[in-house]
């Protein structure tokens, strides 16, 4: 990546080519029937990209279902863009119900999108997306099908097919392990097909996207070079490890790992195991007067470890991510410090609940 390439020269393109093709594949589809869509900016920029193109800019209604930040950030997508939206609430610590989502897709109302996040990774939750999926199309046959998959892509299994999505999300920078630079959408050919002028936005409109690069398979805009090449790299180490079937075996052994350990250390998950991705886990904060999360966050920082503060409202909790280019060792690494952090607070082990 820290090579220079212009946007049109033949490496460039062939980059590109190679990029959406392997996406495809990982994704168990073919271009008979989806396009894979990179989009220049972070996963959001994709998501917004997705609800502009795919619903025609007078008269569409979108139903959002949501049980944490990232489902409300589709909510907050289509009040900026004017799209008016229902939103199905759950809450953050539990799965969304598909009983619930049956009744609310019962009513008068009809929507001609109904949205989803697969890994909610602001709690760790997996939706159950192909149960969800199957009961839009059987109550709704031509809503169009959307699903987040922004950090599930490519480790923790999604069936386009058999859970009927229209268009999926992710980004370079989650279980493919590329850096930051672009997103990507997956969607169906013959929606795509039927999107033109929708886009309230120039920049933000996949239907001018695809349509450019099956054409001359370079971007509209200048394209984030660095970043492609860099996700070319991403993609044969993926290969290297076995694909799917070796990069969700690692991830799920980090998180056996992490699990094991921070139950020794008497930490508690906020979520029930049958519910939890392997992605990322919320703990508790313990119940001890001398835990206070800035420093206990601060003093791992100090180790090079980086965790990420809690994302659920109204719970305290933290997260550690299990993704990336991480190792069981890096999660014992983790445990041996968080242990000595702890002990400096004079935190005593195993922490109270
Ligand atoms: C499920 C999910 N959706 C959306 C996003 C937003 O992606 P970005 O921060 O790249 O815009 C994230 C980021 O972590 C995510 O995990």
């Known amino acids: 990546m820290l090579r220079d390439v212009g946007s049109r020269d033949t490496e460039f393109i062939a980059c590109i080519k190679f990029i959406r093709q392997k996406i495809l594949e990982i994704a168990g589809v073919t271009n008979k029937k989806f396009s894979c869509i990179p989009m220049q900016g972070s996963g959001t920029f994709a998501v917004d990209a997705s609800f502009q193109t795919v619903l025609p800019k007078e008269g569409a209604r979108a139903l959002v279902i949501e049980n944490g930040a990232y489902g409300k950030r589709m909510v907050k997508i289509c009040e900026a863009a004017g799209i008016a939206c229902d939103v199905q609430s759950f809450r953050e610590d539990r799965q969304v119900e598909p009983e619930v989502i049956d009744d609310a897709l019962s009513g008068r109302t009809h929507y001609d999108l109904v949205a989803v996040v697969h890994s909610e990774t602001s709690s760790g939750v997996i939706n159950p997306v192909t149960e969800v999926g199957n009961i839009v199309k059987s109550r709704s046959p031509d809503s169009i099908f959307l699903v987040d998959a922004i950090s599930s892509f490519g480790a923790v299994p999604l069936d386009l097919e058999a859970s009927k999505i229209d ?31 929708n886009s309230r936005t120039l920049s933000l409109d996949l239907y001018d996207q695809v349509k450019q690069l099956d054409k001359t398979s370079q971007f509209r805009f200048t394209p984030p070079t660095h970043s492609m090449l860099a996700f070319k790299q991403s993609l044969e180490e993926f290969e290297a490890e076995g694909g799917f079937a070796g990069r969700s075996k690692r991830y799920q052994e980090n998180r056996a790992v992490l699990r094991q350990g921070m139950r020794e250390l008497g930490f508690k998950e906020l979520l029930d195991e049958k519910i939890a991705g392997y992605i990322i886990s919320s703990y508790l904060y313990p119940k001890d007067p001398n835990f206070d999360f800035m420093d206990f966050y601060n003093r791992l920082n100090e180790k090079d470890l980086v965790i990420y503060p809690g994302k659920v409202l109204d719970i305290d909790c933290f997260r550690i991510g299990t993704i990336g280019d991480l190792h069981p060792e890096d999660m014992r690494i983790l445990l041996k410090a968080i242990r000595e952090v702890l002990a400096d607070m004079n935190i005593s082990v195993p922490v109270k609940n």
């Not at 999300?169 to 279980?175: M, Q």
């Not at 997956?186 to 999107?195: S, T």
């Open 167 to 197: 268009v999926f999300i992710s980004s370079a920078n989650k279980c493919l392990q590329g850096v930051p630079g672009f997103a990507f959408v997956v969607a169906r050919n013959e929606l795509i097909d039927k999107c033109k002028g």
